[in-house]
């Protein structure tokens, strides 16, 4: 072949992977388009929810793999169950949550104004306490200091039933009517993934003998991540991702259709059937 011919075959080649990519393109915009023409445009919100959701996971997993290393550390039983303290807050948030609905920014809006300040929070301690958690599960001979542990995770703990509150109500005035019961789904998967990704994810790096095996050429004694630096990284995930929230996503400043009462069934999904109103009526009379 001369030159001129392989150039050719070569701008060819070019041309039908970039169709391809091109066709690919347009499928996913399509099929974005369809999914959020079906939800009556909330997909983005559906989306962003499960974002938020998933961040919540984040520190229950977390503090999900320090009786583990505790253990490994030989704790005594009574530490171990003074850490299972941690998670109290989310049994307990009814007791602030009238407060985080009754008082806010107008300016930022009802659920922004906790969301932001408490996420960013968060984010900030999970960044400047990563060195601190290393140093309180002890290194060595050196005992863990499971009080200090439990006081950390705890607060983390409040923190994310806060966040808890405030997304859970928002929610409810991002959602059309109709796909308010995404709300709950968002919720379930998207704590069990941010779980997955902070426990399991964590666990596996955090092996020394799982990392040998499956993603180190050389072998070696220590482990690839250490539980303050993973959670020094998703600490960093949540200051981009509230930053993004703070500077992308605006909140109506008053209730949105689902606070209203003037709203049909047929707005919720539901198809009212005359036969079923009709009975209703009738028992209504006798």
Same mark, same amino acid.
């Given at each position: ?12 080649? &070019? ?5 391809? +990519? ?30 938020? +959701? ?20 030989? !704790? ?26 009754? @008082? +806010? ?18 984010? !900030?301690?999970?960044? $400047? ?21 439990? *006081?950390? @995770? ?5 923190? $994310? ?21 995404? !709300? ?29 095996? @499956? *993603? ?31 500077? &992308? ?9 689902? +606070? ?27």
């Amino acid at each position: 072949k001369n030159p001129s011919q392989s150039e050719m075959e070569i701008e060819d080649t &070019g041309k039908e992977v970039s169709k391809k +990519y091109t066709k690919r393109v347009v499928n996913i915009n399509s099929w974005y388009h369809d999914i959020n023409q079906q939800l009556n445009g909330d997909l983005g919100n559906i989306l962003l929810l499960l974002l938020l +959701y998933t961040l919540q996971g984040v520190p229950m997993g977390l503090a999900t793999s320090i009786p583990m290393l505790l253990q490994e550390k030989r !704790a005594t039983y009574s530490e171990q169950s003074l850490f299972s303290f941690v998670s109290w807050p989310f049994s307990l948030k009814l007791l602030w949550a009238p407060i985080v609905d009754s @008082f +806010y920014s107008r300016r930022m809006g009802r659920r922004k104004s906790w969301l932001v300040p408490i996420q960013a929070l968060c984010g !900030a301690l999970m960044v $400047m306490g990563s060195s601190s958690i290393n140093m309180m599960l002890g290194d060595g001979d050196v005992h863990p200091d499971v009080p200090g542990l439990t *006081l950390y @995770f705890f607060i983390l703990y409040f923190l $994310m039933a806060t966040q808890d509150i405030a997304v859970d109500g928002w929610a409810i005035t991002m959602l059309c009517p109709r796909n308010i019961g995404w !709300a709950s789904t968002c919720n379930a998967v998207g704590q069990a993934l941010g779980t997955i990704l902070s426990f399991i994810v964590f666990m596996a790096l955090n092996s020394p003998q799982f990392c040998n095996t @499956f *993603l180190r050429r050389v072998a070696s004694d220590e482990a690839m991540v250490s539980l303050g630096g993973f959670t020094s990284m998703w600490g960093w995930v949540f200051l981009g991702t509230t930053l993004g929230v703070a500077l &992308g996503k605006r909140e109506s400043a008053e209730a949105g259709p689902a +606070y209203s009462a003037d709203y049909s069934l047929a707005d919720l999904g539901v198809e009212e059937r005359g036969d079923v109103a009709r009975e209703g009526a009738e028992g209504g009379a006798g």
